[in-house]
């Protein structure tokens, strides 16, 4: 099957302490995107990559990092420096440049990410 | 500044029931607007796309609309059903100050039907 995937769906870490966030392609897409959804919230970017081994930082890069060394993958680390890491972090990805929204973004189920 | 503002927050209606969710924008320039469908605990799902020069586009039960007069999409549910249960968002392509491409995401409205 065709499609985008992130793991684990929960993940619960103790303050202060690095987490990365899976994601995973198998539908070709040359771009990827990392999105921050919190209640009350819309969607709110955080990195993006057009293509491997480049990306650029969205409106809430800060206590981020991410890494496109394969096209089909594009880990985030959420890390000590973000002040209010527990969300809900989707991935998606596209066919082209999905930041112009003729370009469907295809989204993954989501981690729900928990900083006890 | 680019907003996207959506109504109503949320909606209770019974099954078999039709409905129809707002989505007013200040985006500009216009490029397109999208409908997603977002279940508790998933990632969206695209319904349909609206182009400047469309007015209206249909995706089974469900009919998007736009007048990009008065800057306004609208979506409406034709009979629906308990699947029908989710949250809505409305997104606009917009350009940003440093003429970069952005999506602006709405809140959603969060439909519940219940039998």
């Known amino acids: 099957d065709g499609g985008i995937t992130q793991s684990p769906k929960y993940l619960f870490r103790k303050e202060g302490q690095n987490v990365t966030l899976s994601c995973e392609q198998n539908?070709?897409?040359?771009?990827m995107y990392w999105y921050r959804q919190d209640p009350g919230q819309g969607l709110r970017l955080i990195y993006y990559?057009?293509?491997?081994?480049?990306?650029q930082k969205g409106d809430i890069a800060e206590g981020y990092s991410v890494s496109r060394e394969k096209k089909e993958s594009f880990p985030l680390t959420v890390t000590s420096a973000q002040k209010n890491p527990t969300a809900f972090y989707l991935c998606?990805?596209?066919?082209?440049?999905?930041?112009?929204?003729?370009?469907?973004?295809?989204f993954g189920p989501g981690t729900r990410l928990t900083v006890l | 500044k680019n907003q996207v503002e959506q109504s109503p927050q949320s909606l209770i209606i019974l099954e078999g029931k039709n409905c129809t969710l707002q989505?007013?924008?200040?985006?500009?320039?216009?490029?397109?607007l999208r409908w997603y469908k977002q279940d508790t605990g998933r990632g969206p799902v695209s319904l349909t796309i609206?182009?400047?020069s469309e007015n209206t586009k249909s995706n089974g039960r469900y009919t998007a609309t736009l007048d990009a007069d008065t800057k306004q999409s609208s979506l409406h549910i034709t009979a629906s059903q308990l699947s029908d249960s989710a949250s809505y968002i409305c997104?606009?392509?917009?350009?940003?100050?440093?003429?970069?491409?952005?999506?602006?995401w709405g809140l959603g409205t969060s439909l519940a039907v219940n039998p």
């Open positions: 539908l070709n897409h040359d771009a």
């Open positions: 998606a990805s596209s066919i082209g440049q999905g930041l112009h929204s003729y370009n469907e973004q295809f």
């Open positions: 990559s057009q293509i491997v081994n480049d990306f």
């Open positions: 997104v606009v392509s917009a350009i940003d100050a440093g003429n970069n491409r952005k999506l602006i």
């Open positions: 609206m182009t400047f």
């Open positions: 989505c007013n924008y200040t985006v500009s320039p216009f490029s397109n």
